[in-house]
């Protein structure tokens, strides 16, 4: 999948993929590698809150799902096409309008069509949400 980079703003330098509507309407969220390490992010806004007025729990778990795509970028192969096979996620703590949202996480293994991953996503730099998944890579049609 093509990645695009953002070209101003806060996150001027960081890729993002347009072509998920779904990944647009929760986030937008952005990726990029520092000193080779994958690096997630995006800044929370009034539309990810719940009623409470903290992060909700969806746009977590939507930002960890696109984490597990940013952290094993450099392992989908040609395609760079892939779905989650499976996800599992822990609450830690929550965040608010305007909070840097982060994740980072590493590769457990990649076989040869399965990878799978391990994060944490952190909330001004305090440990937010636990997750786990595994994304089978595919085949450009």
């Known amino acids: ?22 990944e647009q309407a929760a986030g937008p969220f952005f990726y990029r590698h520092v000193d080779g390490e994958a690096v997630c992010a995006f800044r929370v806004q009034k539309k990810q809150l719940n009623g409470m007025g903290i992060i909700h729990g969806g746009c977590l778990m939507s930002f960890a799902d696109f984490a597990l795509f940013g952290i094993a970028h450099e392992e989908m192969g040609p395609s760079g096409y892939g779905v989650t096979v499976a996800f599992t996620s822990e609450f830690l703590g929550g965040a608010r309008e305007g909070d840097y949202m982060e994740a980072r996480g590493e ?23 636990n997750f786990s998944g595994t994304i089978k890579r595919l085949r450009e049609r």
């Open 107 to 129: 590769v457990l293994r990649a076989g040869g069509s399965l990878i799978f991953v391990r994060g944490v996503v952190t909330a001004e730099g305090k440990p937010c949400l």
């Open 1 to 22: 999948m093509n990645a695009h980079t953002v070209e101003s703003g806060e996150f001027a330098g960081w890729h993002y993929w347009p072509t998920d509507p779904f």
